[in-house]
């Protein structure tokens, strides 16, 4: 019966998805319907405008493909019980400084952080700490702080860092309330059947520890 349960749910999870494709489809359909009348009304603003989003989509053209690998690399070489111990609900404190710490690492367009963010919500992270590594990717990146102590001096550097994080966690924290309020939109952890999808369409079988191979 909960194998049943959990095939139906299985379905269920893909009609979503099918529509925020045909939904996404639309919008890009819109866009360009919109650009070009925008084009043909306003010439020159227009052949800027072509310009600029052609510029865009090379620039997604490059990054997309190395992030729905990184992506899948993570939904199935990351153990979900990982990320709950670090970032989940009984991370703490520590997970909230954790969680500003990788935020802060990486590099790149804020754009690449949302499906990692996403990412991190269905392996059971804490809400706070989604809100805190998207904030830190967003405004305190390392590189960004290097530039910042060597312009502007290590003062400043240090009050606006200082500043931004004591901003940051309450702000996370009632971020995380406001969330828990509704359940609409909520974004659910993964299930197995969708693991086991993921390691399917890449080939690969990430190393698991359970029962049946306890026993092996």
């Given at each position: 019966m909960s194998k049943n349960k959990e095939e139906g749910t299985g379905a269920?999870?893909?009609?979503?998805?099918?529509?925020?494709?045909?939904?996404?489809?639309?919008?890009?359909a819109a866009?360009?319907?919109?650009?070009?009348?925008?084009?043909?009304?306003?010439?020159?603003?227009?052949e800027r405008a072509m310009v600029a989003s052609w510029e865009f989509f090379k620039e997604m053209a490059f990054v997309l493909p190395a992030l729905m690998i990184l992506m899948g690399l993570f939904a199935v070489?990351?153990?979900?019980?990982?990320?709950?111990?670090?970032?989940?609900?009984?991370?703490?404190?520590?997970?909230l400084f954790l969680a500003i710490v990788l935020?802060?690492?990486?590099?790149?367009?804020?754009?690449?952080?949302?499906?990692?963010?996403?990412m991190l919500l269905k392996k059971g992270a804490r809400v706070a700490n989604v809100v805190l590594f998207l904030s830190a990717w967003a405004c305190i990146k390392l590189p960004?702080?290097?530039?910042?102590?060597?312009?502007?001096?290590?003062?400043?550097?240090?009050?606006?860092?200082?500043?931004?994080?004591?901003v940051l966690i309450p702000m996370a924290l009632l971020a995380e309330v406001l969330y828990h309020r509704g359940e609409r939109g909520r974004i659910?952890?993964?299930?197995?059947?969708?693991?086991?999808?993921?390691?399917?369409?890449?080939?690969?079988?990430?190393?698991?520890?359970?029962?049946?191979?306890?026993?092996?």
């Open positions: 269920a999870a893909k009609t979503p998805l099918r529509k925020r494709i045909k939904w996404d489809l639309v919008a890009l866009s360009a319907v919109a650009l070009y009348g925008l084009s043909l009304a306003f010439p020159d603003k227009g070489w990351v153990d979900r019980r990982i990320v709950v111990k670090y970032l989940g609900k009984g991370s703490g404190t520590g997970g935020g802060a690492l990486p590099t790149g367009p804020l754009y690449i952080a949302f499906p990692l963010a996403a960004q702080e290097l530039m910042e102590l060597q312009f502007l001096g290590w003062k400043f550097m240090l009050l606006r860092l200082g500043l931004t994080i004591a659910e952890p993964f299930a197995e059947e969708e693991v086991e999808m993921v390691e399917e369409s890449l080939g690969i079988k990430a190393p698991r520890t359970g029962p049946a191979e306890t026993e092996a």
